[in-house]
């Protein structure tokens, strides 16, 4: 038995030496490997650098409008008989004669976009393109306390054009030089409108 251990010992220690030598060259091919692509990969970097802003050069940011404090109570008049007309269930051509015949009063913006934005979300064109008004910032007539939104106005006008409200072309016009403008000044919303613009 002795004789044995003996005669594979040499053998064994060779098999031992082959295989700590290939365990090592795999390794130190592995690394070679990865510090060779590590390095190509931060020469790509390098050759193509990200173009980022440099923030001195960033045009001022501007501040989100903040919503207008409304200049009467939520229980003004006319509110509540809008609110009243919409809970007995008026038509979206009754909400329109309605938002049109109410009295000039301070909240009279505000009610009448509640009646109109109801009967436009019914499919009435022409209050699709009065609530358009409203969100679209190129307008300077009375929006109350709706804040101007350029991609809600310019989905309102599509919307009134669907229903053959021609004059909403003219005002996408307008809203749409208005983007451009802004775009130029660099308004990443307005960038992205114009981008979905059809």
């Not at 098999?15 to 931060?42: D, H, N």
């Given at each position: 038995?002795e004789?044995?251990?003996?005669?594979?010992?040499p053998r064994?220690?060779w098999?031992?030496?082959i295989t700590?030598v290939i365990?090592i060259?795999?390794?130190?091919g592995?690394?070679?490997a990865?510090r060779?692509l590590r390095?190509e990969?931060?020469?790509?970097?390098?050759?193509?650098p990200?173009?980022?802003?440099r923030?001195?050069?960033?045009?001022?940011?501007?501040?989100a409008?903040?919503?207008?404090?409304p200049?009467?109570?939520?229980?003004?008049?006319?509110?509540?008989q809008?609110?009243?007309a919409?809970?007995?269930?008026i038509?979206?051509?009754g909400?329109?004669?309605?938002?049109k015949s109410?009295p000039?009063k301070?909240?009279k913006?505000?009610?009448?976009?509640i009646?109109?934005e109801?009967?436009a979300?019914?499919?009435?064109?022409?209050?699709a393109?009065?609530?358009?008004?409203?969100?679209?910032?190129?307008?300077t007539?009375?929006?109350?306390?709706?804040?101007?939104?350029?991609?809600?106005?310019?989905?309102w006008?599509?919307?009134?054009?669907s229903g053959?409200?021609?004059?909403a072309?003219n005002?996408?016009?307008?809203?749409?030089?208005?983007l451009?403008k802004e775009?130029?000044?660099?308004?990443?919303?307005a960038?992205?409108?114009l981008k979905n613009w059809q």
């Amino acid at each position: 038995m002795e004789n044995y251990f003996d005669e594979h010992e040499p053998r064994k220690r060779w098999w031992i030496l082959i295989t700590a030598v290939i365990v090592i060259i795999v390794i130190a091919g592995g690394y070679l490997a990865w510090r060779l692509l590590r390095v190509e990969v931060s020469t790509k970097e390098q050759a193509e650098p990200t173009k980022l802003p440099r923030m001195a050069n960033l045009p001022p940011k501007k501040e989100a409008p903040k919503p207008v404090p409304p200049p009467y109570s939520p229980d003004a008049p006319l509110l509540e008989q809008v609110r009243e007309a919409m809970r007995k269930g008026i038509d979206p051509e009754g909400a329109v004669t309605l938002a049109k015949s109410l009295p000039d009063k301070p909240e009279k913006a505000d009610a009448a976009f509640i009646l109109l934005e109801y009967a436009a979300e019914a499919g009435h064109a022409e209050a699709a393109l009065i609530v358009a008004r409203y969100f679209d910032p190129t307008y300077t007539g009375d929006s109350g306390t709706i804040i101007k939104d350029p991609a809600a106005a310019y989905e309102w006008y599509q919307a009134a054009i669907s229903g053959e409200q021609l004059e909403a072309q003219n005002h996408l016009s307008d809203l749409r030089k208005w983007l451009e403008k802004e775009a130029a000044n660099g308004s990443f919303e307005a960038r992205e409108i114009l981008k979905n613009w059809q």
